[in-house]
């Protein structure tokens, strides 16, 4: 099996193309100089985590993108919504509120009970979120995968505390003109199709939305989640990126199938991993071909 090149790669997500520290070097070339490289304790061991420093002038924006790259030109691009689209504080409340009410209605917890175990999810979310999933949390307490997708579809309602986001959105459209684009989400279709009406994404704005009516019992972070989105669109795994704000759903399941991503903390940095992301669709070399 073909081994993964993790090449550490960033590019800033508002000063690429604009500001050149150097103008002998390219944008990339000088975005790498400047980043900083830490070689992760963890599992996978071969990855190198790229990181930038805080944008001067944008408070509480920081350029913390992450380019796992397996050298290939992208052919698809599959966006992550939760946390990725509309920014993590607008989900993170309102989904341990249902974890709360669906431990005391799906598994019989008392209400004390339910409330302890969601201030441990809680604290795990602010500890490590890249390795916290709440869909993995709620099977670990004993729900039921399919009743805890119908329960958190009945009650979590984060569409109607979203606002639009203009930026986001035309950041996607830019990127179609480049390269095709699907939306993977553990969310049912129509939970994922209201979140993206109220960020302001047209109804076609995707290639294609794959949820959780798609996916069975291959929901992410399983690589069958990402297998149904490469069948769905014919498109090679290795060239196909991720885009999301966690390693271990957004990117690790497809790295597993060959493919490469990009993580943002969210819907500030996709400008950046589109740049990134349209700068590689028209290299003229796929680097491992
Ligand atoms: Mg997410």
């Known amino acids: 099996m073909l081994e993964l090149l993790w090449l550490p790669l ?13 103008r002998g070097m390219s944008g990339r070339q000088a975005g790498a100089m400047s980043t900083r490289y830490r070689a992760f304790a963890n599992p996978p061991a071969s990855r190198l985590i790229c990181e930038g420093s805080a944008l001067p002038g ?3 924006t920081t350029n913390r993108m992450r380019v796992f790259d397996n050298g290939s030109r992208p052919h698809l691009v599959v966006f992550d919504l939760d946390g990725t689209l509309y920014p ?6 309102l989904v341990l509120d249902v974890i709360s009410r669906g431990l005391v209605e799906l598994s019989g917890a008392t209400s004390d ?20 999933s709440t869909t993995t949390f709620m099977i670990a307490e004993g729900v039921n995968a399919a009743k805890w997708r119908d329960f958190r579809t009945q009650h979590l309602d984060i569409a109607s505390g979203l606002t639009p986001d203009d930026r986001v959105v035309g950041h996607v459209a830019h990127l179609r003109r480049h390269v095709p684009v699907a939306l993977l989400t553990n969310n049912t279709r129509a939970l994922a199709d209201q979140i993206l009406q109220k960020i302001g994404f047209p ?11 798609d996916l069975g019992l291959g929901f992410k972070p399983s690589p069958a989640a990402f297998q149904a989105v490469v069948d769905r669109l014919g498109v090679p795994a290795r060239n196909t990126w991720g885009i999301g704000d966690r390693y271990d759903i957004d990117v690790a399941p497809l790295a597993a199938l ?6 943002v903390s969210g819907p500030t940095e996709i400008g950046g991993a589109v740049r990134f992301l349209i700068d590689r669709s028209v290299d003229v070399l796929d680097r491992q071909s």
């Open 10 to 22: 960033v590019v800033g997500p508002e000063s690429h193309g604009r500001q050149r520290p150097d």
């Open 203 to 213: 109804d076609d704005a995707f290639d294609g939305v794959i949820g959780a009516e």
């Open 258 to 263: 060959g493919g490469a991503g990009v993580i």
């Open 88 to 93: 993590r504080e607008r989900y993170v409340d």
């Open 58 to 60: 944008r408070a509480g």
């Open 113 to 132: 009970a339910a409330r302890s175990r969601v201030a441990v999810l809680r604290a795990m979310m602010e500890e490590n979120w890249d390795d916290t």
